[in-house]
T-cell receptor
């Protein structure tokens, strides 16, 4: 695709509900990243994938958060039993980099999903 | 620790130059990035600089890097009202087979007509 797309763009949910956020990376991009951005802050890393493999999930705040990318393309970030403190902008990025190398590919971001937990 | 710092706010008059400053902590960052965030839009990559460079110019944008002081700046020449946005600098931290971006809190640039 032309760019990274995310859906939904806005999600309002009640505390205790589960939510699933979707990311569709740029076509051909191997690496996919999830970030979370609180109001007035910069994005913070959550997790990333190379192809379908989740390589690092050190940024996930707790076990209510999980992510998958089963076919190495679209990814879903799931938050179970949402809490008000989960309210934030969730951003997805993708890059071409597919392994260790001397070069470093740029991460391109989608428009984000704004999550509001009431 | 991971701490990228930026000033919170900058106001300039249209046509003047803007300089947004950033300090970072990870001296092993290979690339340093500037992203622009406009309301309702994603993070747009503006420019980046490789860590072995001192300066990079791209049309109205000039990036200066002082690696000794871990200081990065973004200069926008002839600032326009359309440049009003939040600007984030980001350092890179290497992970196993990839890297993550460590962002500052962003500098809100307001361009006055």
């Amino acid at each position: 695709g032309a760019g990274v797309s995310q859906s939904p763009r806005y999600k309002v949910t009640k505390r205790g509900q589960d939510v699933a956020l979707r990311c569709d990376p740029i076509s051909g991009h191997v690496s996919l990243y999830w970030y979370r951005q609180a109001l007035g802050q910069g994005p913070e890393f959550l997790t990333y994938f190379n192809y379908e493999a989740q390589q690092d999930k050190s940024g996930l705040p707790n076990d209510r958060f999980s992510a998958e990318r089963p076919e190495g393309s679209i990814s879903t970030l799931t938050i179970q039993r949402t809490e008000q403190r989960d309210s934030a902008m969730y951003r997805c990025a993708s890059s071409r980099w597919d392994g260790p190398s001397l070069s470093q590919e740029t991460q391109y971001f989608g428009p984000g999903t704004r999550l509001l937990v009431l | 620790g991971e701490d990228v710092e930026q000033s919170l706010f900058l106001s300039v008059r249209e046509g003047d130059s803007s300089v947004i400053n950033c300090t970072y902590t990870d001296s092993s960052s290979t690339y340093l990035y500037w992203y622009k965030q406009e309301p309702g839009a994603g993070l747009q990559l503006l420019t980046y600089i490789f860590s072995n460079m001192d300066m990079k110019q791209d049309q109205r944008l000039t990036v200066l890097l002082n690696k000794k002081d871990k200081h990065l700046s973004l200069r926008i020449a002839d600032t326009q009202t359309g440049d009003s946005a939040i600007y984030f600098c980001a350092e890179t931290q290497l992970m196993d087979s990839s890297y993550k971006l460590i962002f500052g809190s962003g500098t809100r640039l307001l361009v006055r007509p």
